[in-house]
């Protein structure tokens, strides 16, 4: 009976959400493997076919993992009256690239994850006088975070300059939305639909000063959640500058928007300048949590010493930094301030323009001065620094991290501090969050912790690669961590890619769907058939 429901959803999938496949697929393969507690499958070597039974795994050709390679991956996409968002660009993308792929898995994971973002997350999507709005929810949270929302829409910005103008104003849209969004708070991380909206963090002390000395708290109508991240702000400025590179029009970027990069401009420089328990702070943060790394320590961070870095109390994983300083947020909004910097100059803002220039070289000459360090024995970009000497080597799988400074161009994958980074990145004997299992191998974090892979952070192990090899072995394990549900997740246990967080997660899935574009541009070889 259960393989009958198998197939008979199967056959139906474009109907059928991620998150109830998700749960098909695992449950598709009762009749081989072991479970664990919750019930989830915990042989990573098990096949699930579209018939709901079971096979041996095929050793990959390039990769020594076990393999869930299902014989047809399914088709998840909603139907087309039920999707969020069309695009006729994107659409023809797939259409091209569907019938020349190698592989029918890596055919339909593509499919899947390229227009998911459109297809489930455009919350709202509205046009109104010539005005536009884009509220760009995470997935399965009805919020939209700076950092992601950016990331979700980052593989279409190849597609903008191809006629398609319901994309150029989708992006109108989110550049004004989240303009709006830093005015009602530059502190805040994320952010509700309305303006009224009363968040489910509302109980959180957080604050920012007020008179004499007072303070005044931080959490208010409009915001989902109030975690200072450097690199959230850093994403604003580089989807503006991204949009402006691509287009040359300088439609979105009004007063708002011009309002907005003041106010982030004022943030960089507080916390550039802040010493902690020496001034009245600009920011402060706790929660009743289970995890120490959800809150900060008497509302603040780790103490630190003027670097020329700007400090952070959270990381792009949304957890509390342990050093103030975090290396990989501060090359991204370096990046970030010269990415924006032309789009100032063409608006008439040359003073803007300079302010960002220079607040950028400063930060990278800090990351070279402060931010490279020894260890074990050999020089490399810390994680996270304090000013006092101390150092945190470690690697997230939320960008930017160490592993993905090439790919917002901080530096090139070549470059020899990056590479012995990197080295140790991905070592059990230097990173704490690196993990290796049956199931694969890879970069988590804190934020799902041990042994949980990120697909992130094999996509930009991928994305940084030097070989075919290498990048074909990152392609099987990304094949591989679906779990037969036809799209990426946010992570994945070592010992069984079935035993995995978050079904609905669309940045992974913009991601994987953006990696794919870049290899059909530098190595088609190795995905196609011509």
């Known amino acids: 009976m259960l393989s009958l429901w198998c197939s008979l959803l199967r056959g139906s999938a474009s109907a059928v959400w991620p998150a109830i496949l998700s749960l098909v697929a695992m449950l598709c393969c009762t009749t081989c493997g072991s479970y664990s507690k919750s019930g989830v499958q915990q042989d990573a070597s098990v096949t699930c076919e579209s018939n709901g039974k079971c096979r041996a795994s095929i050793e990959s050709r390039h990769s020594t993992y076990s393999q869930t390679s299902c014989v047809t991956m399914p088709d998840v996409r909603p139907e087309k009256s039920k999707r969020t968002f069309a695009s006729a660009a994107v659409e023809e993308k797939i259409a091209a690239f569907a019938p020349r792929f190698k592989s029918q898995q890596l055919a339909a994971l593509f499919s899947n994850c390229l227009p998911n973002t459109l297809d489930t997350t455009v919350y709202r999507y509205t046009e109104v006088s010539g005005e536009y709005d884009s509220f760009i929810v995470t997935g399965d949270i009805e919020a939209m975070w700076l950092r992601d929302s950016t990331n979700q829409v980052m593989p279409y910005l190849r597609l903008v300059s191809e006629g398609d103008t319901d994309l150029v104003r989708l992006f109108h849209g989110l550049i004004q939305r989240q303009a709006k969004s830093v005015l009602i708070d530059p502190y805040a991380n994320a952010f509700t639909l309305h303006a009224t909206d009363v968040s489910p963090h509302g109980d959180d002390l957080t604050s920012y000063p007020a008179f004499a000395g007072s303070r005044h708290q931080g959490m208010k109508r409009g915001v989902f959640e109030r975690k200072y991240e450097i690199d959230s702000l850093a994403n604003v400025l580089f989807l503006s500058g991204r949009y402006y590179d691509a287009t040359k029009s300088l439609s979105p970027f009004d007063h708002t928007w011009e309002q907005a990069v003041e106010s982030i401009l004022d943030v960089v420089q507080t916390q550039l300048a802040e010493i902690v328990g020496e001034t009245n702070q600009a920011y402060t943060f706790q929660r009743a949590a289970y995890n120490p790394t959800d809150t900060l320590s008497h509302g603040t961070t780790w103490p630190n010493r003027r670097t020329g870095l700007i400090r952070s109390a959270f990381r792009p994983s949304d957890d509390a930094t342990t050093f103030p300083y975090n290396i990989p947020g501060n090359a991204f909004m370096a990046m970030a301030l010269r990415s924006v ?57 939320n960008m930017p991290s160490l592993l993905s400074l090439p790919v917002f161009g901080f530096v090139n994958n070549s470059d020899p501090l990056y590479l012995a980074t990197r080295a140790l990145v991905l070592s059990h004997d230097s990173n704490p969050f690196f993990f290796q299992g049956p199931a694969g191998r890879g970069v988590g974090g804190p934020h799902v912790g041990p042994n949980y892979i990120w697909p992130m952070s094999i996509m930009v192990e991928a994305w940084t690669a030097q070989t075919d090899t290498e990048i074909l072995n990152h392609i099987d394990l990304l094949v591989n961590s679906s779990a037969c549900t036809g799209v990426m997740h946010e992570s994945f246990h070592v010992s069984s890619v079935f035993d995995f967080t978050r079904p609905w997660f669309a940045w992974a899935n913009s991601l994987f769907g953006d990696l794919i574009l870049k290899i059909a541009d530098e190595r088609p070889h190795l995905i196609f058939h011509d």
Do not use: R
């Not at 100059?345 to 950028?360: F, M, N, R």
């Not at 990278?364 to 490399?380: L, P």
């Open 341 to 397: 910097a032309p789009l100032l100059k063409a608006s008439g803002k040359e003073a803007l323009e300079q302010t960002c220039l220079s607040i950028a070289d400063g930060v990278q000459k800090a990351i070279y001065a402060h931010g490279v360090v020894k260890h074990q024995g050999q020089e490399v970009f810390a994680y996270e620094v304090d000013g006092f000497g101390n150092h945190l080597f470690m690697d997230d799988s």
